[in-house]
């Protein structure tokens, strides 16, 4: 079936890099794609999304790219924090309900 | 603190009883999900409401799986005879309607002994 998956499951970068987390996705219906972000113990805090009919949208310190010719969803931080440190999700949805198909997650670790 | 909320946020009960998690979401959101999550996967959505309507369920929710949302507010979610695999963290998450921005709750960590 449909799904939308990660292409790594671990990223770690030194405190002030730029972080990249990228996500494959297959659902070319998919209507909106959107980042998570869940810390230990927590759900999911929802970081940005993106209109199909996007190419990039940009928040504060992130940066979410969209490529729907080889349906690839990155999500770039900007000077990364240890407050950056979690899973990131990447879920997309469309259709009428909104429900969210997730990925398995990147774990980003922020070092000192 | 999304505003959405759960409770209780642990539940540790015995194969064979039932359970009952709540969920408070954001009071002006129509839509209210529930989603599975375990270790190490994304959440997966089990059923969702729009106001007191159950507008759709998965086939991961079985017949021992049971949802209510009486008065388009709070909405209860029931386990009845519990089984080691039902082991999970259950999430709410409310949104208006045809929104993409679902805001979760902390989520309630089930344990199946």
């Known amino acids: 079936g449909e799904s939308v998956g990660l292409h790594l499951p671990t990223l770690s970068v030194q405190e002030g890099d730029n972080s990249i987390i990228n996500c494959a996705y297959s659902?070319?219906?998919?209507?909106?794609f959107i980042w998570y972000k869940q810390e230990s113990g927590k759900g999911p805090q929802f970081i940005i999304d993106i209109r199909s009919n996007m190419d990039k949208r940009q928040g504060q310190r992130v940066t979410v790219l969209l490529n729907k010719t080889v349906k690839h969803l990155s999500l770039q931080i900007a000077a990364t924090q240890p407050g950056d440190s979690a899973v990131y999700f990447c879920a997309e949805t469309g259709g009428s309900n909104y429900k969210l198909t997730f990925g398995k997650g990147t774990l980003l670790t922020v070092n000192p | 603190d999304t505003g959405v909320s759960q409770d209780p946020r642990h539940k540790i009960t015995k194969r064979g009883q039932n359970v009952t998690f709540r969920c408070d979401p954001i009071s002006e959101h129509n839509r209210l999900y529930w989603y599975r999550q375990t270790l190490g996967q994304g959440p997966e959505f089990l059923t969702y409401f729009q106001n007191e309507a159950q507008l759709e369920k998965s086939r991961l929710l079985s017949d021992r799986f049971s949802a209510e949302r009486p008065k388009g507010s709070f909405s209860t979610l029931e386990i009845q005879r519990t089984e080691q695999g039902d082991s999970a963290m259950y999430l709410c998450a409310s949104s208006l309607v045809a929104s993409s921005e679902q805001y979760f709750g902390p989520g309630t960590r089930l344990t199946v002994t």
């Open positions: 659902n070319s219906a998919s209507d909106y």
